[in-house]
């Protein structure tokens, strides 16, 4: 079985966050593997380790070289090969150019079945995958909870408000994976060291721009001050304020 | 009367032959298996310091000086081993038919003989007393499931004096009548069987003859099966012991230097990963499995076996020796038993272990516990990634963002805002605030009341601030040995890039590291846990320090007092006026957040924190002093758990708010 | 004027708010067609605000299948010579969204926080960057919960979908756990979380899970109260526990250690809810109340429900 497992490579949510004339200041980001893209690298491996077959990992990425050994860690949990795209223009919020240039390079891999994560966590999308989907005219799932491999079709437990739609399906076909969907294994250290020897391409590729729509600015929320203590004089005082600040500012209710 | 005759026609010395044959032959057989066993270990560099080694082991073995820290059981076992040594040449003579005596009398030495043989069984004879009595009426806590294997070898033990003391006595009487004043006891003796007729005195006599040759034969049989194999084992454990500070952990790879290969280098294609075979073990964590006694000392402290936890330091080292005898047929031929080292040890026990090192602290033979427990951990993360799911979260995060907890690492300074400090500096000292210190609210206060203090005496010093990351301490005994490298290679240079050698540390777990560990690393460093700076200036009244009213206890951090060996600085610094717990100072009972546990689940009725909490409160203190993070919390955790409100507060707290500010 | 397409998703047959609030800013962007999908739909679907409703009703529309669904806006986007597609995101519109806009060869901008005439923010890291698009081309949009104020539903034209739906290899089997009142905390919006300052288990079922609910929330718990038995492991938040990234964590009785803290230092706001000032929790929360709990959650719950 051909799997293709896409990979976005993301900053650390934790970096310092920094706003310089309207835009976010890139510059000192460390990368790693986009966590919701670990469960579709385990998966693809579980899949292969019981009907046998290929998995390639496939990202696209600048030239920045930080990223190699993330990537090779990836490797380590089981897959064969990585295939890295690389162009100095790429960028994180782009999906429809991206899923364009990654959809050429997977169509070339001839997969079965093509795994993601549901969404990167730098810019919440949640769009490259369907969009790949919809470009190799294949169908897709999303929000994954749970997959199954029986023979020739897949069972996907799709994951909506309230509830999980069992879906059932031939390949090929594109699942984008939602967390906890399986447990990511830890590599063995020496799977690690032996990840150095298995192929890792890097391949040059023009970015041209899509349909995507640009960023005006970046602004940071307000900050989060560490305490705003609600004052009143009942409890039923202070509820309201809390409330109403919940609703009006935060929006969260 | 002597019993060196004919036996059915046939001389005594053929009979006394075979039964040496046999036996003899038996202890060989197994000493010698048991030796190529302990041979089939890795190497261990302990060939060096001879002189060091030949004093050790004549405090240690001969003059039994960790034995005798437990007074009564030390001094009774002391009391048999002297006396057996005094006395182990009588049975040359008792074998040749007493040619031995001949041979001294010749050069005039047989009295002073016989008078050091006879106060050798007497001692032996006492010990051996008073051991009965405490195993059979006195029956401590401890002893309670022991088999009753102890016993019979004491009164074995009894037996072969009694008999050798009726020997004594034979001699003297009979046709002869000559009383031996230098044989007192065997004088003793001799009148009590004055009275006896000639033939039932030539019975009593041989069979006395016999059942000692029988019981010393049977001795050398069971010595090797037994917690007897002591015996031999205890010579190469107390000679060989541990030359490294306590508590240090070695790399997986060293050079011709001793140095650790660096992390690029290191060979992973030939490298054993931590423990999982026999033959992975060195052949000195092998010989420990012979060492023991099974006196339990290890159990009685083990802050897992206290909290009803798998683990029992002891057991580990039963496990260890049985595992050896079980399958050491197979072991011999050059292979491995189906069931591992780790399944022998049970990885609930592995993980339980806090490595506060008490049970190292305790055992009177040197054995090793912790260093077991730590490469079977090294096993199971790096190699057979088998570890508690709460570790991979710590893992990455160290990995990640240099912390414990994941949280971004530009925000590691925060913790300075509205004090002046050097951030990045050169300075005459390092502060090494540690990720508690800097990420954890409690924390942070320490480092702050720690900072001020240190600014108040005028002591020049500057933090890392965003270059620091954790020292790696819980990465290396959770078993992630190649992460704690490779983050102790990065914070040499981190470190040696302020050029600074000398560090402050407000926590244990990074005193120890960083002034222990790191210089395998290429770190040596003089690193000083803040509270051995604090009392410094307090004494040299840089600091002024008003006396407080209010009772305090102190806490004990593991790695500060047992494993670092500073037990007086933060007395000194409170100001010497503390109510001590039983458990204090280098007996000090561990908080439970050591050995990367504070990380792991605890089962709600087995924690170890809220059992040494009971112990703080029930000292009347007002206040419980500690000196490290993890014991901040755990004591914090603990007291809260049992209702008690009293507070916990870190040294450098109580200093600071007792602080006489110059005006 | 231009049109403007927008997705109205059925649940339990009603509308959902979500689309209401969808078509109220598609009102402000020109005339909206309304599209609902589904089988039994339709009595629903006409109450969307929306000046004409394009009605798909068939079995073989009844689960939600991204080629089926996304087939039949665009046609309808392309018989309307549509400029915008808008819809909630939600499960469907998070995975239809790009679909679309893939297939018309639009831009596409997902999960929007706000939205209106001068523009969409959407958050970015975790919520700790927010970025303003003002779109220049044709665009698809999907718009979360309360980003916009729901639209009156009035009266428009009513028609049946008459274009084709493309065939698909998905086939639904069933749905399961519908009706399941918990919600799955690593994913809810909204924990409401519960720690040692609620005394007994008891006070933890009469307080926390019936304010979850009402909120539609997942409920959570500190080590300390999972330990002492009172809730499963399975709602332990923190460093040994589960990591949540919730719009809204409110913290109630709990003191705020760092290992808890691990567990939900991702939360976009933080609420809390102690009797100790002192409390390191008040350190990272947004809003704090210092008061009783036993008081103030009473109070909360019943405010909220009205």
Same mark, same amino acid.
């Given at each position: 079985? =051909?799997?293709?497992? @896409?990979? !976005?490579? *993301?900053?650390?949510?934790?970096?310092? #966050?920094e706003?310089?004339n309207?835009?976010?200041?890139?510059?000192?980001?460390?990368?790693?593997?986009?966590p919701?893209?670990?469960f579709a690298?385990?998966?693809?491996?579980?899949f292969k380790?019981?009907?046998?077959?290929?998995?390639?990992?496939?990202?696209?990425?600048t030239d920045?070289?930080?990223i190699?050994t993330?990537l090779?860690?990836?490797i380590a949990?089981?897959?064969?090969?990585?295939?890295?795209?690389?162009?100095?223009?790429y960028?994180?919020?782009?999906?429809?150019? =991206?899923?364009?240039? @990654?959809a !050429?390079? *997977?169509?070339?891999?001839?997969?079965? #079945?093509v795994?993601?994560?549901?969404?990167?966590?730098?810019?919440?999308q949640?769009?490259?995958?369907?969009?790949?989907?919809?470009?190799?005219?294949?169908?897709?799932?999303?929000g994954?909870?749970?997959?199954e491999?029986?023979?020739?079709?897949?069972?996907?437990?799709?994951?909506m408000?309230?509830?999980?739609q069992v879906?059932e399906?031939?390949?090929?076909?594109?699942?984008?994976?939602?967390?906890?969907?399986?447990?990511?294994?830890?590599?063995?250290?020496?799977d690690?060291?032996?990840s150095?020897?298995?192929?890792f391409?890097?391949?040059?590729?023009?970015?041209?721009?899509?349909?995507?729509?640009?960023?005006?600015?970046c602004?940071?929320p307000?900050?989060?001050?560490?305490?705003?203590?609600?004052?009143?004089?009942?409890?039923?005082?202070?509820?309201?304020?809390?409330?109403?600040?919940?609703?009006m500012?935060?929006?969260?209710? | 009367m002597?019993?060196?005759?004919?036996?059915?026609?046939?001389?005594?010395?053929?009979?006394?032959l075979v039964?040496t044959?046999?036996?003899?032959?038996?202890?060989?057989?197994q000493v010698?298996?048991?030796v190529?066993?302990?041979?089939?270990?890795?190497?261990?560099?302990r060939?060096?310091s001879?002189?060091?080694?030949f004093?050790?082991?004549?405090?240690?073995?001969?003059?039994?000086?960790?034995?005798?820290?437990?007074?009564?059981?030390?001094?009774?076992?002391?009391?048999?081993?002297?006396?057996?040594?005094?006395?182990?040449?009588?049975?040359?003579?008792?074998?040749?038919g007493?040619l031995?005596?001949?041979?001294?009398?010749?050069?005039?030495?047989?009295?002073?003989?016989?008078?050091?043989?006879d106060i050798?069984?007497?001692?032996?004879?006492?010990?051996?007393l008073?051991?009965?009595?405490?195993?059979?009426?006195?029956r401590p806590?401890?002893?309670?499931?022991?088999?009753?294997e102890?016993s019979?070898?004491?009164?074995?033990?009894l037996?072969?004096i009694?008999?050798?003391?009726?020997?004594?006595?034979?001699?003297?009487?009979?046709?002869?009548?000559?009383?031996?004043?230098?044989?007192?006891?065997?004088?003793?003796?001799?009148?009590?069987m004055?009275?006896i007729?000639?033939?039932?005195?030539?019975t009593?006599?041989d069979l006395?003859?016999?059942?000692?040759?029988?019981?010393?034969?049977?001795?050398?049989?069971?010595?090797?099966?037994?917690k007897?194999?002591?015996?031999?084992?205890?010579?190469?454990?107390?000679?060989?012991?541990?030359?490294?500070?306590?508590?240090?952990?070695?790399?997986?790879?060293?050079?011709e230097?001793?140095?650790?290969?660096?992390s690029?280098?290191?060979?992973?294609?030939?490298?054993?990963?931590?423990?999982?075979?026999?033959?992975?073990f060195?052949?000195?964590?092998?010989?420990?499995?012979?060492?023991?006694?099974?006196?339990?000392?290890?159990?009685d402290?083990?802050p897992?076996?206290?909290?009803?936890?798998?683990?029992?330091?002891?057991q580990i080292i039963m496990d260890?020796?049985?595992?050896?005898?079980?399958h050491?047929?197979?072991?011999l031929?050059?292979?491995?038993?189906?069931?591992?080292?780790?399944e022998?040890?049970?990885?609930?026990?592995i993980?339980?272990?806090?490595?506060?090192?008490?049970?190292?602290?305790?055992?009177?033979?040197?054995?090793e516990?912790?260093?077991?427990?730590?490469?079977?951990?090294?096993?199971?993360?790096?190699?057979?990634?088998?570890?508690?799911?709460e570790?991979?979260?710590?893992?990455?995060?160290?990995?990640?963002?240099s912390?414990?907890?994941?949280?971004?690492?530009?925000?590691?300074?925060?913790?300075?805002?509205?004090?002046?400090?050097?951030?990045?500096?050169?300075?005459?000292?390092?502060?090494?605030?540690g990720?508690?210190?800097s990420?954890d609210?409690?924390?942070?206060?320490?480092?702050?009341?720690?900072a001020?203090?240190?600014?108040?005496?005028?002591v020049d010093?500057?933090?890392?601030?965003?270059?620091e990351?954790?020292?790696?301490?819980?990465?290396?005994?959770?078993?992630?040995?190649?992460?704690f490298?490779?983050?102790?290679?990065?914070?040499?240079?981190?470190?040696?890039?302020l050029?600074?050698l000398?560090v402050?540390?407000?926590?244990?777990?990074?005193?120890?590291?960083i002034?222990?560990?790191?210089e395998?690393?290429?770190?040596?460093?003089?690193?000083?846990?803040?509270?051995q700076?604090?009392?410094?200036l307090?004494?040299?009244?840089?600091?002024?320090?008003n006396?407080?009213?209010?009772?305090?206890?102190?806490?004990?951090?593991c790695?500060?007092?047992?494993i670092?060996?500073?037990?007086?600085?933060?007395r000194e610094?409170?100001?010497?006026?503390i109510?001590?717990?039983?458990?204090?100072?280098?007996?000090?009972?561990c908080?439970?957040?050591?050995g990367?546990?504070?990380?792991?689940?605890?089962?709600?009725?087995?924690?170890?924190?809220?059992?040494?909490?009971?112990?703080?409160?029930?000292?009347?203190?007002?206040?419980?002093?500690?000196?490290?993070?993890?014991?901040?919390?755990m004591?914090?955790?603990?007291?809260?758990?049992?209702?008690?409100?009293k507070p916990?507060?870190?040294?450098?707290?109580?200093?600071?708010?007792?602080?006489?500010?110059?005006? | 004027?231009?049109k403007?397409v927008?997705?109205?998703?059925?649940?339990?047959l009603?509308?959902?708010n979500?689309?209401?609030?969808?078509?109220?800013?598609?009102?402000?962007?020109?005339?909206?067609?309304g599209?609902?999908?589904?089988?039994?739909?339709?009595e629903?679907g006409?109450?969307?605000?929306a000046?004409?409703?394009?009605?798909?009703?068939?079995?073989?529309?009844?689960?939600?299948?991204?080629?089926?669904?996304?087939?039949i806006i665009?046609?309808?986007?392309?018989?309307?010579?549509?400029?915008?597609?808008?819809?909630?995101?939600?499960?469907?519109?998070?995975?239809l969204?790009?679909?679309?806009?893939?297939?018309?060869?639009?831009?596409?901008?997902?999960?929007?926080l706000?939205?209106?005439?001068?523009?969409?923010?959407?958050?970015?890291?975790?919520?700790?960057?927010?970025?303003?698009?003002v779109?220049?081309?044709?665009?698809?949009?999907?718009?979360r919960?309360n980003a916009?104020p729901?639209?009156?539903?009035?009266?428009?034209s009513?028609?049946?979908?008459?274009g084709?739906?493309?065939?698909?290899?998905?086939?639904?089997?069933?749905?399961e756990?519908?009706?399941?009142?918990?919600?799955?905390?690593?994913?809810?919006?909204?924990?409401?979380?519960?720690g040692?300052?609620?005394?007994?288990?008891?006070n933890?079922?009469?307080?926390?899970?019936?304010?979850?609910?009402?909120?539609k929330?997942?409920?959570?718990a500190?080590r300390?109260?999972?330990?002492?038995?009172?809730?499963?492991?399975?709602?332990?938040?923190?460093?040994?526990?589960?990591?949540?990234?919730?719009?809204?964590y409110?913290?109630i009785?709990?003191?705020?250690?760092?290992?808890?803290?691990?567990?939900?230092?991702?939360?976009?706001?933080?609420?809390?809810?102690?009797?100790?000032?002192d409390?390191?929790?008040?350190?990272?929360?947004?809003?704090?109340?210092?008061?009783?709990?036993?008081?103030?959650?009473?109070?909360?719950k019943?405010?909220?429900?009205?």
């Amino acid at each position: 079985m =051909n799997i293709a497992v @896409l990979i !976005k490579m *993301v900053p650390d949510t934790e970096s310092k #966050l920094e706003i310089v004339n309207g835009k976010l200041e890139e510059s000192n980001f460390k990368y790693m593997v986009n966590p919701y893209d670990e469960f579709a690298v385990e998966q693809a491996v579980q899949f292969k380790e019981a009907v046998g077959g290929k998995v390639t990992l496939v990202s696209l990425f600048t030239d920045n070289n930080t990223i190699d050994t993330d990537l090779r860690k990836m490797i380590a949990i089981g897959a064969d090969e990585v295939i890295v795209l690389r162009s100095k223009d790429y960028r994180g919020d782009k999906p429809s150019t =991206n899923a364009e240039i @990654l959809a !050429k390079k *997977v169509k070339e891999l001839n997969a079965d #079945l093509v795994l993601c994560g549901v969404q990167g966590i730098d810019y919440y999308q949640a769009a490259t995958g369907p969009m790949l989907a919809q470009k190799l005219d294949i169908p897709n799932i999303s929000g994954v909870t749970k997959l199954e491999l029986n023979d020739n079709l897949i069972t996907a437990h799709r994951q909506m408000e309230g509830g999980i739609q069992v879906i059932e399906s031939q390949m090929p076909i594109l699942i984008s994976c939602q967390k906890d969907m399986t447990k990511v294994r830890f590599p063995a250290l020496k799977d690690i060291m032996m990840s150095k020897r298995k192929p890792f391409e890097n391949q040059t590729v023009d970015y041209e721009e899509e349909a995507d729509i640009k960023q005006i600015e970046c602004t940071l929320p307000p900050a989060r001050g560490g305490g705003m203590i609600i004052e009143g004089e009942t409890p039923e005082e202070k509820v309201d304020k809390l409330i109403n600040i919940l609703k009006m500012e935060a929006k969260v209710l | 009367m002597e019993p060196f005759h004919t036996y059915y026609g046939i001389e005594w010395y053929w009979f006394l032959l075979v039964w040496t044959i046999f036996a003899l032959g038996l202890h060989i057989y197994q000493v010698g298996f048991i030796v190529r066993l302990i041979k089939l270990g890795k190497e261990d560099h302990r060939f060096d310091s001879w002189k060091q080694r030949f004093k050790e082991f004549l405090t240690d073995w001969l003059g039994q000086r960790k034995v005798i820290e437990d007074k009564f059981a030390g001094y009774a076992h002391a009391l048999i081993f002297w006396g057996f040594l005094m006395l182990i040449t009588d049975v040359i003579d008792l074998g040749t038919g007493g040619l031995f005596e001949d041979l001294l009398t010749i050069i005039m030495l047989d009295g002073i003989w016989n008078l050091i043989v006879d106060i050798g069984y007497a001692m032996a004879g006492i010990g051996v007393l008073f051991a009965l009595y405490r195993r059979l009426v006195i029956r401590p806590e401890k002893l309670k499931n022991t088999s009753i294997e102890g016993s019979l070898i004491l009164l074995a033990i009894l037996g072969i004096i009694i008999t050798a003391f009726i020997i004594e006595a034979g001699n003297m009487i009979g046709d002869e009548n000559k009383l031996n004043q230098w044989e007192p006891i065997g004088v003793l003796f001799a009148k009590q069987m004055n009275g006896i007729s000639t033939s039932n005195l030539s019975t009593i006599i041989d069979l006395s003859y016999w059942i000692h040759m029988i019981l010393i034969g049977g001795f050398l049989i069971e010595i090797p099966q037994t917690k007897h194999s002591h015996l031999i084992g205890t010579v190469p454990n107390v000679m060989f012991q541990d030359h490294n500070p306590m508590g240090t952990m070695l790399p997986m790879q060293v050079d011709e230097n001793n140095m650790a290969v660096k992390s690029d280098d290191l060979d992973f294609d030939n490298l054993t990963l931590g423990v999982n075979k026999f033959t992975d073990f060195t052949w000195r964590q092998l010989s420990d499995g012979w060492a023991c006694t099974e006196c339990a000392r290890c159990q009685d402290v083990c802050p897992a076996y206290s909290s009803g936890k798998t683990l029992n330091p002891m057991q580990i080292i039963m496990d260890l020796k049985n595992y050896g005898s079980e399958h050491g047929s197979l072991l011999l031929t050059g292979k491995n038993p189906d069931e591992t080292i780790v399944e022998r040890f049970n990885p609930e026990a592995i993980w339980a272990c806090t490595t506060c090192y008490a049970c190292v602290n305790a055992c009177p033979v040197h054995i090793e516990h912790v260093p077991k427990l730590t490469d079977t951990r090294r096993h199971l993360v790096m190699e057979a990634t088998e570890f508690p799911e709460e570790l991979q979260n710590l893992f990455n995060n160290l990995e990640r963002n240099s912390n414990p907890w994941g949280l971004g690492a530009h925000t590691r300074a925060d913790w300075t805002e509205g004090l002046d400090i050097k951030i990045g500096e050169p300075a005459e000292y390092l502060f090494y605030v540690g990720c508690a210190g800097s990420f954890d609210e409690r924390n942070k206060s320490v480092s702050r009341a720690t900072a001020i203090l240190l600014k108040e005496a005028g002591v020049d010093f500057s933090i890392l601030g965003e270059m620091e990351t954790c020292n790696g301490d819980p990465a290396r005994r959770a078993g992630n040995e190649f992460l704690f490298q490779m983050m102790a290679e990065m914070n040499v240079d981190n470190i040696n890039s302020l050029g600074t050698l000398k560090v402050i540390t407000a926590c244990p777990h990074c005193f120890h590291t960083i002034g222990k560990e790191y210089e395998k690393y290429g770190g040596k460093y003089e690193v000083y846990h803040h509270s051995q700076i604090l009392n410094k200036l307090r004494k040299e009244k840089k600091l002024n320090i008003n006396d407080f009213e209010h009772k305090v206890t102190f806490h004990d951090p593991c790695y500060l007092g047992r494993i670092g060996g500073e037990t007086e600085a933060p007395r000194e610094a409170l100001g010497g006026n503390i109510i001590e717990m039983e458990r204090h100072g280098k007996n000090s009972f561990c908080c439970g957040g050591g050995g990367a546990r504070v990380w792991m689940e605890e089962d709600a009725d087995k924690r170890v924190n809220e059992i040494r909490a009971r112990e703080a409160s029930e000292t009347g203190a007002e206040c419980i002093a500690v000196g490290c993070p993890f014991c901040m919390t755990m004591m914090s955790d603990g007291l809260k758990t049992i209702g008690d409100e009293k507070p916990v507060k870190d040294i450098s707290e109580i200093l600071l708010e007792n602080l006489e500010v110059k005006t | 004027m231009s049109k403007i397409v927008i997705l109205g998703e059925v649940d339990n047959l009603e509308i959902k708010n979500i689309s209401q609030q969808v078509a109220g800013v598609a009102a402000g962007m020109g005339d909206v067609i309304g599209v609902v999908i589904g089988k039994n739909v339709a009595e629903a679907g006409m109450k969307l605000a929306a000046s004409k409703i394009v009605i798909a009703e068939n079995d073989e529309l009844e689960f939600y299948d991204s080629i089926k669904y996304s087939s039949i806006i665009c046609q309808i986007v392309q018989k309307e010579e549509a400029t915008a597609v808008l819809m909630g995101a939600t499960s469907m519109g998070k995975d239809l969204g790009p679909r679309i806009a893939a297939n018309l060869g639009w831009g596409y901008l997902g999960d929007c926080l706000e939205a209106g005439s001068d523009g969409f923010v959407r958050p970015t890291f975790a919520g700790k960057v927010l970025s303003k698009t003002v779109p220049t081309t044709k665009v698809v949009v999907s718009i979360r919960n309360n980003a916009y104020p729901a639209g009156e539903s009035w009266s428009g034209s009513v028609e049946n979908y008459s274009g084709e739906i493309s065939a698909s290899t998905l086939k639904t089997n069933s749905i399961e756990g519908l009706g399941n009142e918990t919600v799955e905390l690593t994913e809810a919006r909204i924990v409401v979380s519960g720690g040692r300052g609620l005394e007994n288990s008891e006070n933890y079922d009469e307080l926390i899970r019936p304010l979850a609910s009402s909120l539609k929330a997942a409920a959570g718990a500190s080590r300390a109260i999972v330990d002492a038995g009172w809730v499963p492991h399975s709602h332990q938040v923190g460093q040994t526990g589960k990591t949540v990234t919730p719009d809204l964590y409110l913290a109630i009785g709990i003191s705020g250690a760092i290992q808890h803290l691990g567990g939900m230092s991702g939360s976009k706001f933080i609420a809390a809810i102690n009797k100790d000032p002192d409390a390191p929790i008040f350190k990272v929360a947004d809003y704090g109340i210092i008061g009783d709990l036993f008081e103030i959650i009473p109070v909360l719950k019943s405010k909220l429900e009205n």
